[in-house]
């Protein structure tokens, strides 16, 4: 069974920088699409990036365009999420997660996910 887990999350104020990792231990990710999600408190889980399995496809939501950077290792097994300029709405639970096909925002259509990791930006 395929298991996800995340890294990264912490505290940071405005405008800082945070790195999130997506990992496999045992499973090789390069045969899967990697979506990242997050849920804030009383909110909607929603799509945040994807990227499909070879780096070739990337999508953004638009809240996140310009300010965050999706790639992946598949040599590493890793995928990461760059976060930059952080605001205080980013805050939130932070998930990846896994399909076979192609990279979607849709949450509905990934299988594996992660517990995820916090991600608080607050001064």
């Known amino acids: 069974q395929l298991q996800l887990v995340e890294s990264g999350g912490g505290l940071v104020q405005p405008g800082g920088s945070l790195r999130l990792s997506c990992t496999a231990p045992?499973?090789?990710?390069?045969?899967?699409?990697i979506g990242w999600f997050r849920q804030a408190p009383g909110k909607e889980r929603e799509g945040v990036s994807c990227?499909?399995?070879?780096?070739?496809?990337?999508n953004y939501d638009g809240s996140v365009k310009g300010r965050f950077t999706i790639g992946r290792d598949n040599a590493k097994n890793m995928v990461y999420l760059q976060m930059n300029s952080l605001k205080p709405e980013d805050t939130a639970i932070y998930y990846c997660?896994?399909?076979?096909?192609?990279?979607?925002?849709?949450?509905?259509?990934?299988?594996?996910w992660g517990q995820g990791t916090q991600v608080t930006v607050s001064s």
């Open positions: 997660a896994a399909r076979k096909y192609g990279a979607v925002l849709f949450l509905g259509l990934y299988e594996h």
């Open positions: 045992g499973f090789s990710l390069d045969q899967y699409a």
């Open positions: 990227i499909n399995n070879s780096g070739s496809y990337i």
